[in-house]
């Protein structure tokens, strides 16, 4: 990338991540934050870094890729009366979800020292830089972090996430902008389990797609669609590649390309950046980065640019081991317009593309879309050749991973069988060791009763030999008193 910051764009190949080279200053890294787009500027708000989460406002000019800080201003306590109830707190948070709603940036959910007991909206005004909370009412959900929160109309929809007792929730909870009322969506089917720090997208405004994230022991790799309409959930199954199970990762949508990118299992993060394509719910690897990279992290934001009219993929922090504050950027190949639209199977494309089929949806009814009625036309031969290429590629691609896998698995079975080996005869030798020390010691207590047998015995002589002695000693003095009468005697005796 050349010398000339403002020129970034136009050197990029294409779905190849690039690091920007960002000049003097940057925001400190962090992960778990919010992050938004808007007239070229790439938005970051809070986070977490080292355990303390972080209150700052940092924005990222993408034209000459320069950051500066918003200061923030907030009204006094008076004004909140006359003002839409806007309180002087911007509390340091993360976990929250951050979506751009006219001239203002909404902050849902996240977690922090100050967090109340239901979900707060927290707005920044980019005009005027005043930041506050927008009271709502109705049916205000438990508050929460890791949730998702996905933009449809003028309603946003939060699902699951974790709340401050650490309780995995799986409810879908509508926010109306235009009335600031909450709704419990009721649905109906099998909803996705209980669940935080995955992702979300929505498809022709009906479509409401949960991918991913993790339980306190599970990571998933599973796809939901819950139709908006009738409120079910459906589990389709996914085309293509097979990839890794994860959590913390993001997302971002171009039309009906949906890109992930990141996350990991707690072990390992993500190398794949991935790419699902909504209609047919084929998903394909893009491109893959090394172990270690700052794109294979958990907890870091995924946002789209426009600029100089081209659309480019923004991504920023994450934690992989390390906290990142570096920007990435991929600019992805644009959809040829000349390609006719591929289907999931040649029925699928003689029956219009319909939506419900691709997205295995147990229903009879036809839905009343633009995309169904727009594609009711001829189904052209080399359409239904290329799809058939298509499936079989995927197919292929699949069998290969999955042989792959198994050879991997089947390394690592010999591998543990060896070390079984290695560890069942360690532990022979170990026992047959136990039992000399215990023969051994067996041997020892023996000899220490034997000991103390002799001990005793020792003891008893001990007593007949003081007995013996004391004998011995009254009878040489007896000895010696007769000596002395004796020799008395002979001296009487004598002339």
């Given at each position: ?48 870094r080292n355990g303390r989460q972080l209150a700052d406002v940092q924005a990222l000019d993408l ?64 005009e005027s830089q005043v930041t506050g909370v927008m009271e709502a009412t109705g049916k205000i ?355």
């Amino acid at each position: 990338m050349g010398s000339d910051n403002s020129n970034w764009h136009s050197e990029l190949e294409y779905d190849q991540w690039v690091a920007l080279p960002v000049a003097g200053p940057r925001p400190s890294a962090r992960y778990k934050h919010g992050a938004v787009i808007v007239d070229e500027k790439l938005y970051i708000v809070g986070g977490s870094r080292n355990g303390r989460q972080l209150a700052d406002v940092q924005a990222l000019d993408l034209r000459n890729l320069s950051w500066s800080t918003i200061k923030l201003k907030t009204q006094s306590h008076a004004d909140n009366v006359n003002n839409g109830g806007l309180l002087d707190v911007f509390p340091a948070t993360s976990g929250h979800s951050t979506i751009k709603w006219g001239n203002k940036l909404l902050l849902l959910g996240g977690l922090s020292k100050e967090t109340s007991d239901n979900v707060t909206v927290r707005f920044i005004d980019l005009e005027s830089q005043v930041t506050g909370v927008m009271e709502a009412t109705g049916k205000i959900p438990v508050a929460r972090g890791g949730q998702s929160v996905t933009l449809v109309g003028s309603k946003l929809i939060m699902f699951g996430g974790e709340d401050k007792h650490r309780q995995l929730l799986n409810d879908v909870n509508v926010l109306d902008l235009e009335t600031m009322i909450w709704n419990v969506a009721e649905t109906t089917k099998t909803p996705p389990a209980p669940r935080c720090d995955h992702t979300a997208a929505v498809h022709v405004d009906r479509y409401f797609l949960i991918y991913g994230g993790g339980s306190h022991s599970t990571f998933f790799s599973d796809l939901h669609v819950l139709d908006l309409e009738t409120l079910e959930w459906s589990q389709p199954q996914i085309q293509g590649n097979l990839v890794s199970p994860r959590a913390g990762h993001a997302g971002v949508s171009i039309d009906e390309k949906w890109f992930i990118v990141g996350g990991g299992d707690s072990k390992s993060g993500a190398l794949e950046t991935l790419v699902l394509n909504k209609s047919t719910l084929v998903l394909s690897v893009l491109t893959s980065v090394e172990r270690n990279d700052p794109l294979a992290s958990e907890g870091l934001t995924l946002s789209s640019a426009l600029v100089n009219g081209e659309q480019f993929l923004v991504a920023f922090g994450g934690y992989n081991g390390n906290y990142n504050n570096k920007v990435f950027v991929m600019k992805p190949k644009p959809k040829d317009s000349k390609q006719p639209k591929i289907f999931k199977s040649s029925a699928a494309a003689a029956a219009a593309a319909s939506v419900t089929a691709a997205y295995a949806l147990a229903k009879s009814e036809s839905l009343d879309l633009p995309a169904v009625e727009n594609s009711k036309a001829k189904v052209n031969i080399s359409v239904e050749i290329g799809t058939i290429k298509e499936e079989k590629k995927a197919l292929e691609s699949s069998i290969a991973w999955v042989k792959a896998e198994k050879s991997t698995l089947k390394a690592k079975l010999d591998e543990l069988n060896e070390t079984h080996t290695d560890l069942s005869k360690e532990l022979h030798s170990v026992q047959g060791q136990l039992a000399a020390e215990k023969s051994r010691c067996a041997d020892l207590e023996t000899q220490i009763s034997e000991l103390q047998t002799k001990l005793s015995s020792m003891q008893s002589i001990e007593e007949k030999v003081q007995a013996l002695r004391s004998q011995k000693s009254a009878f040489d003095n007896n000895n010696s008193v007769q000596r002395q009468s004796y020799s008395g005697s002979w001296r009487w005796m004598a002339p």
